[in-house]
């Protein structure tokens, strides 16, 4: 079991939000429940993917206005909004706006790379643009900028009866002590530490180094966690968030148990060798009963290097799934990690 003198000090959990293309409502009003039940359960955050043209997800931060309302306590994340979509400074509004409605509980991720099928959606997204827009780390520090309350245009003052902010408005204090950056390589690690933002590392990382042998998810993960809090003013303080699929099935049923497995074994294939150009690694899926996965992450090297998860729930699972997973997390799995129900 794991060590109880380094006890898990917060735990998350991260959905896609599915739904149904010809009647989306009810998948948008599923993935809100999910959130308040998760504060019910007294998990410390939720999190959100973000997909575009796919029936996930694609406006996150509109969905967590939503759960704004709807919740009082548990903090709100995005995980990750990949900035190649958004305009820096629209975002900076949407996300102090929001962060202000929480009460100080947004904890946006972003991540940096040119939008996925770029040769499909350039038209679309960047019609007179595209050849130079910059989808590199100054896209990330434009938007840094702009959260902290830096001077973004030269002229401030009163036109007739308007007055004009040189700065993003609103301002949210405290909102960019909570960006966070994901990213699966050493490089996107140490340059997260460098510029003083949280990390998040998911269940796929780059497998870097050339020797086969070294082809383990957990040691380069763990490899990343240490890159970045060497080059974080904070250090070892730095704050690093975890990202697994773990599939607890204490309370689930013989149907369940039978359709979990079936689903980690059909995904288990690209966990045993890097997967495509970009040598992307993936991790297995953890599926069993809590105290078999508390053994498993107890070994795990990336585990071993934080202190705070957010779970990644399966993306084609129903609500009851959800439910049945979330709350064996919370009142099974979390306890055997050290980790003790907020609120």
């Known amino acids: 079991m794991p060590d109880p003198s380094r006890p898990l000090r917060r735990l998350g959990f991260l959905t896609i939000g599915l739904f149904d293309p010809a009647d989306p409502a009810p998948g948008h009003e599923s993935t809100l429940r999910v959130i308040e039940l998760g504060e019910q359960l ?5 999190w959100v993917r973000h997909r575009h043209l796919q029936h996930g997800i694609s406006s996150p931060v509109a969905l967590l206005a939503a759960a704004t309302q709807r919740t009082q306590r548990i903090e709100l994340g995005t995980a990750v909004i990949p900035l190649g979509w958004e305009n820096p400074l629209r975002l900076a509004e949407d996300l102090a706006t929001v962060d202000l409605l929480s009460g100080g ?3 946006p991720g972003v991540s940096v790379g040119p939008p996925m099928r770029w040769d499909d959606v350039r038209d679309a997204l960047y019609p007179d643009t595209a ?22 245009s030269p002229f401030r003052g009163t036109v007739g009866i308007e007055e004009f902010s040189d700065r993003v408005q609103p301002h949210s204090p405290g909102l ?11 490089r996107s690690a140490q340059w997260a530490g460098e510029h003083g933002m949280n990390f998040l ?3 796929v990382v780059k497998a870097e180094e050339p020797d086969a042998e070294r082809h383990d998810f957990a040691e380069i993960q763990a490899a990343h966690v240490r890159r970045f809090r060497e080059h974080h003013p904070d250090g070892h303080r730095a704050r690093v968030s975890q990202g697994l699929v773990v599939i607890p099935t204490d309370g689930a049923s013989a149907e369940q148990r039978a359709r979990y497995e079936a689903y980690a074994a059909a995904r ?8 495509g150009p970009a040598g992307l690694l993936f991790a297995p899926d953890l599926v069993g009963t809590a105290e078999e996965i508390a053994e498993r992450l107890h070994v795990h090297a990336g585990f071993r290097e934080v202190d705070e998860v957010a779970f990644a729930l399966p993306f084609s699972f129903e609500h009851d799934d959800h439910v049945q997973i979330l ?7 979390g306890p055997a990690l050290g980790w003790s129900p907020a609120g």
């Open 268 to 275: 288990l294939p690209r966990t045993t060798t890097p997967q």
């Open 105 to 107: 509980r947004l904890n």
């Open 201 to 203: 590392t998911s269940s």
């Open 327 to 333: 709350t064996d997390v919370a009142t099974r799995l």
């Open 131 to 152: 050849e130079v827009e910059d989808f590199s780390y100054a896209r990330v520090e434009r938007l840094l900028r702009m959260v902290r309350g830096e001077v973004v």
């Open 176 to 186: 960019a002590s909570r960006l966070w950056y994901g990213g699966t390589s050493l």
């Open 42 to 46: 007294g998990f410390d955050s939720a």
